[in-house]
């Protein structure tokens, strides 16, 4: 059974990196697409990075662009969320997803399965 599990999370100061990995326990790479989302306490869960297995497009949330990078390594059954210059706001559980709908970046309604997610805290 298709499983992800992530790692990498943690405790950074403002301004600081993380990157967060994803591991799938089947190869994925041919079938679906994957993505990051967090939820933060009290806040709904949004989407935050997703990629398309089929040509490698990326989509970001508008408040992680320019800082955030995703990345796959299909070989390897991974999938990456680089993050930099982190700000408090950033603070929240971030949860691997894959969806077999191919589409830029679903709703979280829309997601097939999820992660059991990794806590990011930025304080200083």
């Known amino acids: 059974q298709l499983q992800l599990v992530e790692s990498g999370g943690g405790l950074v100061q403002p301004g600081g990196s993380l990157r967060l990995s994803c591991a799938a326990s089947?190869?994925?790479?041919?079938?679906?697409?994957l993505g990051w989302f967090r939820q933060a306490p009290g806040k709904e869960r949004e989407g935050v990075s997703c990629?398309?297995?089929?040509?490698?497009?990326?989509t970001y949330a508008d408040s992680v662009k320019g800082r955030f990078t995703i990345s796959r390594d299909p070989a390897r059954n991974m999938v990456y969320l680089q993050m930099s210059s982190l700000k408090p706001e950033d603070t929240a559980v971030y949860y691997c997803?894959?969806?077999?709908?191919?589409?830029?970046?679903?709703?979280?309604?829309?997601?097939?399965?999820w992660g059991q997610g990794t806590q990011v805290t930025v304080s200083s």
């Open positions: 990629i398309s297995s089929s040509d490698g497009r990326t």
């Open positions: 997803a894959l969806w077999i709908i191919p589409r830029p970046c679903p709703r979280p309604s829309e997601v097939d399965l």
């Open positions: 089947e190869s994925y790479s041919d079938y679906y697409d």
